[in-house]
Nanobody, 124 residues
């Protein structure tokens, strides 16, 4: 059974930074794509960033709105994926979820496992 546990959310002022972590267990972490999505109140789940598995070269994909502000990275030795977020804006306020899938995709339905989410709140 795959388990994903996010941490690192919180309240930050606009322009600040946060680093989210997602710790995975249950199967060979390095082989699978990992992604971050977010969901604001009343909105659907939105793709943020993804990183491919080891056999696919570990390349990354980002939503346009990240525009160099966010960085996704994985540490296969620690079974952990990170999302470094800089220059945060109030519109970045959402619950952030990590997800695991067989391949990177911007569609949430392509991911099989999800964490419980961590709240990020950016004050103006």
């Amino acid at each position: 059974q795959v388990q994903l546990v996010e941490s690192g959310g919180g309240l930050v002022q606009a322009g600040g930074s946060l680093r989210l972590s997602c710790s995975a267990s249950g199967r060979t972490f390095s082989l699978y794509a990992m992604a971050w999505f977010r969901q604001a109140p009343g909105e659907g789940r939105e793709f943020v960033a993804a990183v491919r598995g080891l056999l696919s070269g570990g390349s990354t994909d980002y939503a346009d709105f990240t525009k160099g502000r966010f960085t996704i990275a994985r540490d296969n030795a620690k079974n952990t994926v990170y999302l470094e977020m800089n220059s945060l804006r109030p519109e970045d306020t959402a619950v952030y979820y990590c997800a695991e899938g067989r391949t990177t995709s911007r569609g949430p339905n392509d991911y099989n496992y999800w964490g419980q989410g961590t709240q990020v709140t950016v004050s103006s």
